[in-house]
């Protein structure tokens, strides 16, 4: 196993400690949450430019890098609403994009078809991490001058997700036979 499918298990298993920290309740643990969120969304910058950098791409982590993405997302966004941090409504928008997308892609392997991720994607994914990291810190330093960041991050991100859930089926509506 590369260095670069490790970190993609790593991210895989901060997801459990991640929640643990999340609803122990304390400053602290809220903060060393935080601090796990963003050390396995940085695993996901760091895996991916690796395996590309080093010509270690795999079929491994081809099939495990986006669902242990889409695991470290969802599960951030549900603690937040379980919370109420994040409406039912913007949850469902970002897990629904994600079981929608997951779906299309097995698809498109039945048929041999690999789907790279778009511009649009990855703008969704980094305003996804802003809002996660600002609405787990109840929006540091913007909420001391009256700027409600973490929810104008979480207004681009759900923008961003169903824009590029929308561009992403457009792109490959033919994919999908109704025949």
């Known amino acids: 196993m590369n260095p670069a499918n490790k970190a993609t298990l790593l991210r895989i298993l ?4 991640f929640v643990a920290c999340f609803y122990l309740d304390s400053l602290v643990s809220h903060l060393i949450a935080c601090v796990i969120f963003v050390f396995a969304s940085l695993t996901d ?19 495990l890098d ?14 937040l609403c379980s919370v109420g941090k994040v409406s039912g ?9 994600e ?13 041999g078809v ?6 649009l994607g990855k703008i969704k994914t980094t305003l996804q991490c802003v809002s996660i990291v600002l609405l787990l810190l109840d929006n ?7 700027v409600p960041m973490d929810r104008i991050a979480l207004y681009l991100a759900a923008f961003f997700t169903l824009w590029s859930l929308i561009d992403y089926l457009y792109k490959n509506r033919k994919l999908v036979s109704t025949k």
Not at 45 to 63: E, P, Q, S
Request: one cysteine or more; proline letters at 4%; glycine letters at 8%.
């Open 89 to 97: 409504i913007l949850t469902v928008v970002f897990v629904g994009r």
């Open 45 to 63: 910058l760091w895996d991916g430019w690796y395996a590309r950098r080093h010509n270690l791409v795999t079929d491994f982590g081809k099939l």
């Open 140 to 146: 540091p330093l913007f909420g001391l001058i009256g």
């Open 66 to 79: 986006p669902m242990a993405d889409k695991l470290l997302l969802c599960t951030a966004y549900i603690m």
């Open 14 to 17: 901060l997801v459990p400690l």
């Open 114 to 119: 690999v789907i790279a991720a778009g511009r």
């Open 99 to 111: 079981l929608i997308i997951s779906a299309f892609r097995l698809i498109a392997v039945e048929k």
